[in-house]
């Protein structure tokens, strides 16, 4: 390991992070241009939280990134803390004469004047120049409420039935929706969440968007990402739960009990996540990235020099089920760029002697197909010394699949970050389906086609090189092992 960039310890090689120090929520994804632009929190003096700017890259294939300067700096009016931005197709704002540009919505985060008191108000700026350069609206802020503190990450999106600019808000334990004609003037039109979902902790970067199901134009959901902040009384630290339900331009309505708490991801590691604005309509998908950390040790993860990567670019799909329509994800199709050699197994019967693979790199994609037969459970071990393993089971009596990181490597910096992560999952036809993505640092597990995500950080003191199938009290299936490397996207 060296200090060079991108080949430091732990630094994840086909991830998205900062070149160097501080970075959380991803900000402002928006598509334009042919680019997907990802702005980030970010500390630019520190590798701890700090005061918030802006970080900028940009991509083509949401797999390869472009590091671009800075684009929003504190100012007057406080830090710069999350928020989104959209392309403002039809001048609505008035800023952009000659051509469409894009507006960033995002909160100031100052204090009032002689106090402590957190003053969170919404601000815009806007570009002209495909996200170079960016110009403060000096009608800033425009949208404050004296009587709210936690006031914050301003998603806005055009909501075309109504003609409106739509954004929704975290206010405390709830979400509030305004609209507006362009995108200065915001109107208050309803608040939700009150007793709805998970109030563990202090809800932040919401996110509201409308997905067919099961691909079904007739039959369109409206979903909202709610993101909960740290709380010492959970053990899952920092988490995103989601809503499905009906929205009209002023008033989401719940389809759900107020009880039903439906998580993102079963992981730790997934937090802050929103999705990309004007993706063309031909092309359809909803892409999102999340913050590949927790706040519960986010400050404290054994990195030196830079601290913390992005999730893999997601697809959001809903599919039914029993109990309603529910989220799907699936990494972004992008990945396909960077894959290199592969081996396959297939066919074959694990009994109680594990089946052992070498893993020629630690930036590996790993796709599993097994059928249950009479085992308790059945899984496999990715592995670095022999101490040092990842554990992921499935329990076929319980329908339980873990993800146990509690040996993966370094926990020394947080009591908290040992974990045995779970999520019910039922087979499908008897099976149960892996795809896996272990990039140094990091795994993610989609299970089933993405019915289940779970995403950890995990800080082996070597490579993970080793990969173990088991089965136990009884044999399971394997009917297909498939590994494959992944490239760098920061080699050249
Ligand atoms: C979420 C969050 C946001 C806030 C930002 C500050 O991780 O707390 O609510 O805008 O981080 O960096």
Same mark, same amino acid.
């Given at each position: 390991m060296t200090n060079e960039v991108y080949k430091e310890k732990h630094r994840p090689q086909f991830h998205f992070s900062p070149e160097q120090k501080w970075m959380n929520d991803p900000n402002g994804m928006v598509y334009f241009n042919e680019e997907y632009h990802l702005f980030y929190q970010h500390h630019p003096f520190g590798t701890t939280w700090g005061p918030m700017h802006w970080g900028h890259a940009v991509s083509k294939d949401l797999i390869h990134w472009e590091h671009l300067p800075i684009a929003l700096f504190p100012d007057e009016y406080g830090d710069i803390f999350s928020g989104s931005a959209v392309v403002d197709w039809n001048n609505t704002s008035?800023?952009?004469?000659?051509?469409?540009?894009?507006?960033?919505?995002?909160?100031?985060? *100052?204090?009032?004047?002689?106090?402590?008191?957190?003053?969170?108000?919404?601000?815009?700026? &806007?570009?002209?120049?495909?996200?170079?350069?960016?110009?403060?609206?000096? *009608?800033?802020?425009?949208?404050?409420?004296?009587?709210?503190?936690? &006031?914050?990450?301003?998603?806005?999106?055009?909501?075309? $039935?109504?003609?409106?600019?739509?954004?929704?808000?975290?206010?405390?334990?709830?979400?509030? !929706?305004?609209?507006?004609?362009?995108?200065?003037?915001?109107?208050?039109?309803?608040?939700?969440?009150?007793?709805?979902?998970?109030?563990?902790?202090?809800?932040?970067?919401?996110?509201?968007f409308k997905l067919p199901v099961d691909g079904e134009d007739n039959n369109e959901k409206w979903v909202m990402l709610v993101s909960i902040g740290d709380n010492p009384e959970f053990k899952e630290g920092s988490r995103t739960q989601y809503f499905i339900g009906q929205f009209d331009g002023t008033?989401?309505?719940?389809?759900?009990?107020?009880?039903?708490?439906?998580?993102?991801? &079963?992981?730790?590691?997934?937090?802050?996540?929103?999705?990309?604005?004007?993706?063309?309509? $031909?092309? *359809?998908?909803?892409?999102?990235?999340?913050?590949?950390?927790?706040?519960?040790?986010?400050?404290?993860?054994?990195?030196?020099?830079?601290?913390?990567?992005?999730?893999?670019?997601?697809?959001?799909?809903?599919?039914?089920?029993?109990?309603?329509?529910?989220?799907?994800?699936?990494?972004?199709?992008?990945?396909?760029?960077?894959?290199?050699?592969?081996?396959?197994?297939?066919?074959?019967?694990?009994?109680?002697?594990?089946?052992?693979?070498?893993?020629?790199?630690?930036?590996? $994609?790993?796709?599993?197909?097994?059928?249950?037969?009479?085992?308790?459970?059945?899984?496999?071990?990715?592995?670095?010394?022999?101490?040092?393993?990842?554990?992921?089971?499935?329990?076929?009596?319980?329908?339980? !699949?873990?993800?146990?990181?509690?040996?993966?490597?370094?926990?020394s910096f947080s009591e908290s970050f040992a974990a045995v992560q779970e999520a019910p999952l039922k087979l499908k036809n008897n099976k149960l389906e892996l795809q896996l993505f272990i990039d140094t640092s990091s795994l993610e597990v989609f299970a089933n086609d993405g019915e289940a995500a779970f995403t950890s950080l995990v800080f082996p003191s070597k490579p993970y090189n080793q990969l173990n199938l088991f089965s136990k009290e009884g044999t399971t299936k394997l009917n297909y092992l498939k590994l494959t490397e992944l490239d760098s996207i920061w080699s050249k």
């Open positions: 008035g800023f952009f004469e000659e051509a469409p540009g894009l507006v960033a919505i995002y909160t100031s985060a *100052g204090t009032y004047p002689d106090s402590d008191r957190p003053c969170q108000r919404q601000s815009i700026a &806007y570009s002209k120049d495909a996200g170079r350069t960016w110009i403060k609206y000096e *009608g800033n802020p425009v949208l404050s409420d004296i009587n709210i503190t936690d &006031y914050r990450d301003p998603k806005v999106f055009w909501h075309s $039935e109504t003609n409106k600019w739509v954004m929704i808000l975290a206010t405390g334990q709830t979400v509030m !929706l305004y609209t507006s004609p362009n995108l200065l003037e915001w109107e208050f039109a309803s608040e939700f969440g009150n007793r709805a979902g998970s109030h563990a902790g202090v809800w932040e970067c919401p996110d509201l008033t989401f309505v719940n389809d759900n009990t107020d009880e039903t708490i439906l998580w993102l991801d &079963y992981g730790r590691d997934n937090y802050a996540g929103v999705s990309w604005s004007d993706i063309p309509s $031909e092309d *359809g998908r909803r892409m999102y990235i999340g913050w590949m950390s927790n706040w519960r040790y986010a400050n404290l993860l054994p990195t030196d020099g830079w601290r913390s990567a992005m999730t893999l670019p997601r697809e959001l799909t809903l599919t039914a089920s029993d109990e309603g329509a529910r989220l799907v994800q699936k990494p972004v199709v992008g990945i396909e760029a960077i894959r290199k050699g592969a081996s396959i197994s297939e066919n074959f019967t694990i009994d109680s002697n594990d089946v052992s693979y070498e893993m020629v790199s630690d930036r590996m $994609e790993v796709n599993l197909e097994w059928e249950a037969q009479n085992a308790d459970s059945f899984g496999l071990v990715v592995q670095s010394t022999a101490d040092e393993k990842i554990i992921i089971q499935y329990d076929v009596a319980k329908g339980l !699949l873990s993800v146990d990181r509690t040996n993966a490597g370094d926990n």
